[in-house]
């Protein structure tokens, strides 16, 4: 077992397909995959603990079987996910070898933690290996995964593993070095914007999507550092081709982190924005600072554990619609009781998750024959101790009358406090809308980023 330094620091670097194969010839990118072995080994030597977040498997398997194109059939994309994974690892194994280095492969479905067990045994496998000095390298099962059960892309696996893990930094490696202020390609005085301190002050000109051979983009790259930083994880974002970069601001928020000086004294040229909550930083080689790259600070109230698991590794299989006074009761700790429930959407069972969404009590039923208003913000997720028929059944009524209704009764609450958990301002990812480039959307107060990619 590897004995952990005091200052010691779990990172988590997340490389893309365009990162590891390229995107015409899906021949994999040796000097920078080098260049990413010897930063890992170097991290560990250091005493930090590091894990890999792996795409590349159906890239690879395009090389492999001489194919030009991605197809767009599940099947052959599965099939060839199941070629080019073993090599990806061999790859892998081979570069990590001649530096004596040892890992290990971790395949991941969204179903693989759905189940509360099964998630606790991941983590607990990751520490093992993180004990042993191994670098586990993630990849999300693309051979069994469906579109029910799949992550989305490897930037939120990314987040998900960083949370489960409780790692301190999350590197997200794409082929900019940061986020600008405006689009550096088309106006020459654009700024990088080094720290983001809250996500809401950002809107980001998202309508550059990932490369031919991957799935990601910079969207996916900002709702992989929601999720992040909700959970206690500082994200950066840094160019993929300078993997050097990552132990430069490693050992560089290290010192800071020592030294306890915030970013404006150590940097002397950042710029505080008047307006938001960005720190724009001074074009590179102006200081001697850490590289280029955005850093998104993690929340100061963080979502961990339990309650991360609840909110972002399961998928809802239906809403459960509740009205102002219980979700104040819920605000207050109390359970969710069949009086406060207004509606019941979908087909789900006892013990599944649900949306929890407030609406406002109609007092009599509406056109639809509904007793909710229109105007309804969803807050959270539960586990429900009824199926949605029986709550069906008895919203709206008080605890004493489900025994009535339903000939039975085996709990007062429609969910138990404990298993309700509701999002926190920074802490839920939202679907990003996409906007043309040259004129993102901005609302008062907001300042736009634009990158030139992702």
Same mark, same amino acid.
């Given at each position: ?8 620091? =779990? ?70 996910? !199941? ?40 983590? &607990? ?37 960083? !949370? ?150 399961? &998928? ?15 605000? &207050? ?103 043309? !480039? ?12 634009? =990158?030139?990619?992702?």
């Amino acid at each position: 077992m590897t004995k952990r330094s005091p200052h010691a620091m =779990t990172v988590v670097i997340k490389l893309g397909t365009s990162s590891i194969v390229d995107e015409k010839t899906h021949e994999p990118l040796l000097p920078i995959l080098t260049l990413i072995v010897d930063t890992a080994v170097k991290l560990r030597k250091s005493g930090h603990r590091v894990v890999l977040v792996s795409s590349g498997a159906i890239g690879v398997g395009l090389r492999r079987m001489d194919v030009d194109h991605r197809p767009k059939h599940l099947s052959q994309l599965q099939a060839l996910a !199941a070629i080019g994974q073993c090599r990806l690892m061999s790859l892998w194994d081979g570069l990590f070898q001649h530096l004596e280095q040892p890992i290990a492969q971790i395949l991941l479905t969204k179903n693989d933690i759905a189940d509360r067990t099964r998630y606790l045994n991941a983590q &607990n496998t990751f520490n093992s290996l993180l004990d042993m000095g191994v670098i586990p390298i993630v990849n999300e099962n693309d051979t069994l995964a469906v579109s029910e059960i799949k992550f989305g892309d490897n930037d939120t696996l990314s987040a998900i593993t960083a !949370a489960m893990i409780h790692a301190d930094h999350l590197f997200l490696m794409t082929d900019v070095d940061c986020l600008y202020d405006k689009n550096p390609r088309s106006n020459p005085d654009a700024k990088p914007i080094e720290v983001v301190e809250d996500i809401a002050d950002v809107v980001a000109d998202v309508s550059s999507a990932g490369s031919s051979v991957g799935t990601g983009g910079m969207g996916t790259k900002l709702i992989a550092a929601r999720l992040g930083t909700s959970a206690g994880v500082t994200v950066i974002i840094t160019r993929s081709s300078n993997p050097g970069n990552i132990l430069n601001i490693v050992n560089y928020l290290t010192i800071q982190s020592r030294a306890g000086t915030p970013d404006d004294e150590v940097d002397e040229l950042s710029l505080i924005a008047s307006s938001t909550s960005l720190n724009l930083m001074a074009p590179s080689g102006a200081s001697d600072g850490p590289p280029l790259h955005t850093r998104f600070l993690p929340s100061s109230e963080p979502i961990r554990d339990r309650h991360f698991w609840l909110l972002h590794t399961l &998928n809802p299989h239906g809403t459960i619609y509740i009205d102002q006074g219980a979700y104040r009761a819920l605000v &207050n700790k109390a359970g969710l009781l069949p009086v406060g429930v207004v509606d019941v959407e979908g087909n789900f069972a006892s013990h599944e998750p649900v949306r929890i969404v407030v609406v406002n009590r109609l007092p009599t039923p509406g056109p639809d024959g509904k007793m909710r208003g229109e105007l309804e913000e969803e807050v959270g997720r539960a586990i429900v101790n009824y199926a949605s028929a029986e709550i069906t059944r008895i919203m709206g009524h008080q605890s004493h009358d489900i025994e009535e209704c339903l000939g039975y009764a085996d709990s007062e609450y429609v969910a138990n406090r404990q298993h309700v958990v509701f999002f926190r301002k920074d802490s839920r990812p939202p679907t990003p809308v996409q906007t043309p !480039a040259q004129t993102p959307a901005i609302t008062p107060g907001q300042t736009p980023l634009q =990158t030139p990619g992702a």
